[in-house]
């Protein structure tokens, strides 16, 4: 078969096609003269150098008759006549056969099953239950006999081709809609026939050959006995035709069994075949839908087909996907590019899928984790992070402008504050609000205004910050701190500001004045 796998198979093959299908030895010339007839042209050094390499693989015969040569010309390789060797017979014929293309299903004959059943009842009732004797065989006894067995071959081959087509059509749950139609036409339309037909027919088909059993013996021998073939027979160089031994009589019994008889399995087939169909019919209805798995796989097929930026398409939809981080790279390199899962090599599942990976039986899923313990842990950290800042909150409320304040109370009224100095002017405010504290700066046009932390403190040029809850106006104590003060309006589209490190609790007297220019705007 090594001809069948070369990159040129397609040349030999057409070669061993027109030696196969000749009944005489062929030279170079007229093997190139047929391969021309068809879609292949070769020259004729080419014709030879591939007649030389089926030659040296054993797939054709090379016969070359110098009674008549003359010449030194006459007996070189062009002039030899080749033929296919038996070897290469059955390959070539083993290649049409099965390799090529896609075998079809040949028709159940019910005629068939009809024969063998009226045979057989002809057989039983001829026969009956009398003692089995070889002078009760006659010739019409016999051909009936034949009859039985050459109409079971044409049954029973047809029937296995339908039992493998039913198995390969149960195994694929992705079909599409027209191998789905094939396989609802198959199953509704003519096999539930056929399998009612053999039903019925090997009941009483069983019946009949239970009646014939002890007759098997008789009519085998009786068979033998009317070959013209019967010495050969005899002496072992040729085997009995079907009907001639004894095992023949059993296995056709055995083939109408109604239990294990090969009718009673293609129909059990065809029971086991019915969920395949409705699965895909129920797949194929779902699939007309936006929102499937399989109109989804559809359009980014589609869409990847732009020669573009296909590959960029593609690696966007799945190159980052949680899927793949459980990726690992097999030890074997002839696995093929893209192996699939159930035939490719194995690969370790990672640690932190062993050590995390939620396991459980088949079926209804597992259990979820008791996480209460971890539950009731947020739930108290997110309560003291709460009443952390209500207490933030209620400290900056109760201080007044310029006031120390401490470091968590201090980092809330930084955010207070940093959202008034994003907001717009109202006149000479601007308010903001950040974690249920408000911020309202208020313009002045002279002066300093200070948010002071334990390490740092924000500067805010011609500025007052009073802080108050959303809503509400500022307490007594922070508007007594802008009594006295001239307002002006605010036209700055945002507040400017600087955070500096705290020097001191006396240098801000000395420094609140000599604010540089360069300040950055909030």
């Known amino acids: 078969m090594e001809y069948l796998v070369r990159p040129e198979a397609d040349v030999y093959i057409a070669i061993m096609d027109v030696l196969e299908a000749s009944v005489t030895d062929l030279t170079v010339a007229e093997v190139a003269a047929a391969l021309s007839t068809g879609p292949l042209r070769m020259e004729l050094r080419l014709?030879?150098?591939?007649?030389?390499?089926?030659?040296?693989?054993?797939?054709?015969?090379?016969?070359?008759?110098?009674?008549?040569?003359?010449?030194?010309?006459?007996?070189?390789?062009?002039?030899?006549?080749?033929?296919?060797?038996?070897?290469?017979?059955?390959?070539?014929?083993?290649?049409?056969?099965?390799?090529?293309?896609?075998?079809?299903?040949?028709?159940?004959?019910?005629?068939?099953?009809?024969?063998?059943?009226?045979?057989?009842?002809?057989?039983?009732?001829?026969?009956?239950?009398?003692?089995?004797?070889?002078?009760?065989?006659?010739?019409?006894?016999?051909?009936?006999?034949?009859?039985?067995?050459?109409?079971?071959?044409?049954?029973?081959?047809?029937?296995?081709?339908?039992?493998?087509?039913?198995?390969?059509?149960?195994?694929?749950?992705?079909?599409?809609?027209?191998?789905?139609?094939?396989?609802?036409?198959?199953?509704?339309?003519?096999?539930?026939?056929?399998?009612?037909?053999?039903?019925?027919?090997?009941?009483?088909?069983?019946?009949?050959?239970?009646?014939?059993?002890?007759?098997?013996?008789?009519?085998?021998?009786?068979?033998?006995?009317?070959?013209?073939?019967?010495?050969?027979?005899?002496?072992?160089?040729?085997?009995?035709?079907?009907?001639?031994?004894?095992?023949?009589?059993?296995?056709?019994?055995?083939?109408?069994?109604?239990?294990?008889?090969?009718?009673?399995?293609?129909?059990?087939?065809?029971?086991?075949t019915l969920p395949s169909m409705h699965a895909n019919l129920r797949r194929l209805h779902s699939s007309s839908g936006t929102a499937s798995t399989r109109t989804r796989a559809l359009a980014l097929a589609r869409a990847v087909l732009t020669p573009e930026i296909g590959v960029q398409?593609?690696?966007?939809?799945?190159?980052?996907?949680?899927?793949?981080?459980?990726?690992?790279?097999?030890?074997?390199?002839?696995?093929?590019?893209?192996?699939?899962?159930?035939?490719?090599?194995?690969?370790?599942?990672?640690?932190?899928?062993?050590?995390?990976?939620?396991?459980?039986?088949?079926?209804?899923?597992?259990?979820?984790?008791?996480d209460s313990v971890v539950r009731a842990q947020v739930a108290h950290e997110r309560e003291r992070r709460r009443a952390e800042h209500a207490r933030a909150v209620a400290a900056v409320l109760a201080s007044v402008p310029s006031q120390g304040l401490e470091e968590a109370a201090a980092r809330v009224a930084l955010a207070a504050l940093m959202a008034a100095a994003r907001a717009a002017p109202k006149g000479p405010r601007r308010t903001g609000v950040s974690g249920g504290l408000a911020c309202t700066l208020v313009h002045t046009g002279v002066g300093v205004g200070v948010l002071r932390a334990p390490a740092w403190r924000v500067l805010l040029p011609g500025r007052v910050p009073l802080f108050h809850l959303p809503g509400c106006r500022p307490s007594a104590a922070a508007l007594s701190a802008v009594a006295g003060s001239a307002v002006t309006n605010d036209v700055s589209e945002r507040a400017t500001l600087r955070i500096a490190p705290q020097p001191g609790p006396h240098a801000l007297g000395r420094e609140v004045h000599a604010v540089p220019l360069d300040e950055g705007a909030a």
Do not use: C
């Open 313 to 370: 398409i593609f690696q966007a939809a799945v190159g980052d996907h949680s899927w793949r981080k459980l990726y690992g790279q097999a030890d074997e390199d002839d696995a093929g590019r893209n192996p699939s899962w159930r035939g490719g090599p194995q690969v370790p599942v990672p640690s932190l899928l062993r050590t995390a990976g939620r396991s459980g039986p088949r079926g209804r899923g597992a259990a979820p984790r008791d």
């Open 47 to 272: 014709v030879e150098t591939r007649l030389d390499a089926l030659k040296a693989m054993g797939a054709v015969s090379v016969r070359s008759d110098t009674t008549h040569a003359r010449r030194y010309a006459e007996i070189l390789a062009r002039n030899w006549r080749y033929t296919a060797s038996p070897a290469g017979r059955h390959v070539q014929r083993f290649y049409r056969q099965v390799l090529a293309g896609t075998a079809t299903v040949r028709e159940i004959p019910i005629v068939s099953l009809g024969r063998i059943v009226s045979h057989l009842e002809q057989l039983a009732a001829s026969l009956g239950s009398d003692k089995p004797a070889a002078s009760r065989v006659d010739a019409a006894t016999l051909n009936a006999a034949n009859a039985v067995f050459t109409s079971h071959d044409d049954l029973d081959a047809a029937l296995v081709g339908a039992e493998d087509a039913l198995l390969r059509l149960a195994d694929r749950f992705d079909l599409d809609e027209e191998r789905t139609s094939d396989l609802k036409g198959l199953l509704v339309d003519y096999a539930t026939r056929v399998a009612a037909e053999l039903d019925s027919g090997a009941a009483r088909a069983a019946e009949a050959l239970s009646v014939l059993q002890p007759w098997f013996a008789t009519l085998a021998q009786a068979a033998v006995d009317a070959s013209q073939a019967r010495d050969l027979i005899v002496a072992g160089a040729l085997s009995a035709s079907r009907g001639g031994r004894l095992e023949d009589w059993e296995g056709l019994r055995g083939w109408f069994d109604g239990h294990t008889g090969r009718a009673a399995r293609f129909s059990l087939r065809l029971v086991r």
